[in-house]
């Protein structure tokens, strides 16, 4: 006998297994128990929240010819077997995602004048209702409106928006919601010891949460999880190598990498997660949890937080010690930014260079303009005055270099400077301001010049950002550069040390052409 995936073998068959979603349980058990139901029902929410499932529990209560007190169905009755083995011509199920034509919709049009030939009620279940064609929208209008008093329609979908309002005025709107951690985690342990599988409470916690409120999601990663270590304990460890997951550990060090600015740690830790195979979206989307945990912790003042954030001990001594390093407008920043990093990883062909992208400006908030990066700037400086560090030091040399003057002689070429690369320094400011944001933020901190073999050379003030530009941006810069003169130039990156003067390490082409701008 063929395997049968979790989320099909315990579908609930009545109403006291449906989980999470008490509020539209109830009703529908008062309604059946009163002999009040609808002719029509709009069930909405998202996937794996149980739209269909209660919507075929409801055919057959309705239908049932011994229910029990609580309006569920009895499960043994011929009516109850036959819709729930599929052979009920009272029960018919339509997806209308792939039968959403005019034509689709007349046939049950047609089947409506004909009473149940036993039982009660027939109940039509459209699923993905919203797919319908606007022709078969118009089509049900009337017959939806106005059905056979042996007639209920019950219309499941994830998008109520997309549905006409003329349908939506027509039927009883019951609001699917996305069900709880505990909730799901619950299922999944009555589920586990059901099928004799060992599982640590902490692995089975860690998959309901990556089922994002969907049960049916939570149940189709336990079976893959399951299937995977057949035979053998569950434990958090193998989850998370089967989902492609992160370890909390791994956040907390990130974190404290970011806030401290330590650019070489927080890369190294990037290393390490994608070396262990893991998947850069699923690894983002945690990460936001996480900054998300934070981000609560720092709001309440961390008061009785460890079961609404649902983390260990451990793990909320951690959170804690990071909540009281960083303060809330640069924990709203972090979020942010990331969570424009998981839209752009959607499309993102180089995923990993996206991620490390978004930490450098995390660590680097001069590289943004918004006001949550300036308050973190405004942060910083106040921070190093409350340490005695003097006025003159206070402004970092990357935003306002100063290199002091040297006695030592300046750096000569010996042949001419050509017209293409004369006409980009004295353009210096105008190719800058054409590259994208993050881009720019790097060109804003670096001198064109040029050396003997007449080879442009683009200098930036520390070799990070020089090897940041060769490994995201090179690409980009070529086309910048090659637009403006119009041929190809040959150009290389370097760097210098802005604490001394730029003209004893190489041509200093803005003094040669008495130029003077200021890139922003």
């Known amino acids: 006998m063929s395997y049968t995936a979790l989320y099909r073998k315990f579908r609930p068959q009545n109403f006291n297994d449906v989980k999470g979603?008490?509020?539209?349980?109830?009703?529908?058990?008062?309604?059946?128990?009163?002999?009040?139901?609808?002719?029509?029902?709009?069930?909405?929410?998202?996937?794996?929240?149980?739209?269909?499932?209660?919507?075929?529990?409801?055919?057959?209560?309705?239908?049932?010819?011994?229910?029990?007190?609580?309006?569920?169905?009895?499960?043994?009755?011929?009516?109850?077997?036959?819709?729930?083995?599929?052979?009920?011509?009272?029960?018919?199920?339509?997806?209308?995602?792939?039968?959403?034509?005019?034509?689709?919709?007349?046939?049950?049009?047609?089947?409506?004048?004909?009473?149940?030939?036993?039982?009660?009620?027939?109940?039509?279940?459209?699923?993905?209702?919203?797919?319908?064609?606007?022709?078969?929208?118009?089509?049900?209008?009337?017959?939806?409106?106005?059905?056979?008093?042996?007639?209920?329609?019950?219309?499941?979908?994830?998008?109520?928006?997309?549905?006409?309002?003329?349908?939506?005025?027509?039927?009883?709107?019951?609001?699917?919601?996305?069900?709880?951690?505990q909730t799901i985690a619950a299922r999944m342990k009555e589920l586990t010891d059901a099928e004799g599988v060992q599982a640590e409470d902490k692995a089975i916690m860690y998959v309901a949460r990556a089922a994002d409120g969907s049960m049916r999601d939570g149940l189709s990663l336990l079976d893959q999880c399951v299937a995977f270590n057949f035979g053998e304990v569950l434990t958090?460890?193998?989850?998370?190598?089967?989902l492609g997951a992160v370890d909390t550990e791994v956040f907390s060090r990130?974190?404290?990498?970011?806030?401290?600015?330590?650019?070489?740690?927080?890369?190294?830790?990037?290393?390490?997660?994608?070396?262990?195979?893991?998947?850069?979206?699923?690894?983002?989307?945690?990460?936001?949890?996480?900054?998300?945990?934070?981000?609560?912790?720092?709001?309440?003042?961390?008061?009785?937080m460890e079961e609404v954030l649902n983390v260990s001990s451990d793990n909320l001594k951690l959170l804690k010690e990071e909540a009281?390093?960083?303060?809330?407008?640069?924990?709203?920043?972090?979020?942010?930014?990331?969570?424009?990093?998981?839209?752009?990883?959607?499309?993102?062909?180089?995923?990993?260079?996206?991620?490390?992208?978004h930490l450098i400006r995390l660590m680097k908030p001069q590289m943004d303009t918004d006001v949550s990066a300036l308050l973190q700037r405004v942060k910083e400086l106040e921070k190093k005055l409350e340490n005695g560090i003097p006025m003159a030091n206070v402004i970092p040399a990357e935003d306002n270099p100063r290199p002091v003057a040297s006695s030592k002689p300046q750096v000569k070429l010996s042949i001419a400077v050509p017209e293409d690369i004369e006409k980009i320094v004295r353009d210096w400011p105008v190719i800058v301001g054409k590259a994208d944001h993050l881009l720019k933020g790097e060109l804003s901190k670096s001198k064109p010049s040029m050396n003997d073999s007449g080879v442009l050379l683009i200098c930036f003030e520390d070799e990070f950002q020089e090897k940041t530009v060769r490994g995201v941006f090179s690409e980009q810069l070529k086309a910048l550069l090659n637009e403006h003169v119009g041929k190809e130039v040959a150009f290389e990156l370097t760097h210098y040390d802005k604490r001394e003067d730029f003209g004893v390490q190489f041509a200093d082409l803005e003094a040669l052409f008495n130029i003077t701008y200021d890139v922003e």
């Open 254 to 304: 990130l974190t404290r990498a970011v806030m401290k600015g330590n650019v070489t740690a927080a890369m190294n830790t990037v290393e390490d997660v994608v070396m262990q195979g893991r998947e850069i979206g699923q690894f983002t989307a945690d990460y936001l949890w996480y900054l998300r945990n934070i981000m609560l912790l720092k709001a309440s003042d961390g008061d009785d």
């Open 236 to 242: 958090y460890d193998k989850v998370l190598d089967i």
């Open 21 to 181: 979603q008490d509020h539209i349980v109830t009703t529908l058990r008062n309604q059946l128990k009163m002999n009040r139901l609808g002719h029509a029902y709009l069930f909405c929410g998202t996937r794996g929240t149980g739209k269909t499932t209660v919507a075929k529990i409801l055919a057959r209560a309705a239908n049932c010819l011994s229910p029990l007190e609580d309006g569920s169905p009895c499960g043994e009755c011929d009516m109850c077997k036959a819709i729930a083995s599929g052979s009920s011509l009272n029960v018919s199920e339509l997806d209308a995602a792939s039968n959403n034509g005019v034509d689709d919709v007349r046939t049950i049009i047609e089947e409506v004048s004909y009473p149940p030939v036993d039982g009660r009620y027939k109940v039509y279940i459209l699923d993905e209702a919203h797919m319908l064609s606007p022709g078969a929208s118009n089509a049900l209008l009337k017959t939806l409106e106005e059905p056979p008093a042996y007639v209920i329609f019950i219309l499941a979908t994830t998008d109520p928006g997309k549905l006409p309002v003329t349908i939506l005025s027509r039927c009883q709107r019951y609001d699917f919601k996305r069900i709880d951690i």
């Open 324 to 357: 009281a390093q960083i303060d809330m407008n640069t924990i709203l920043r972090y979020i942010n930014v990331f969570s424009e990093l998981q839209q752009t990883l959607r499309y993102a062909t180089q995923k990993r260079i996206m991620l490390e992208t």
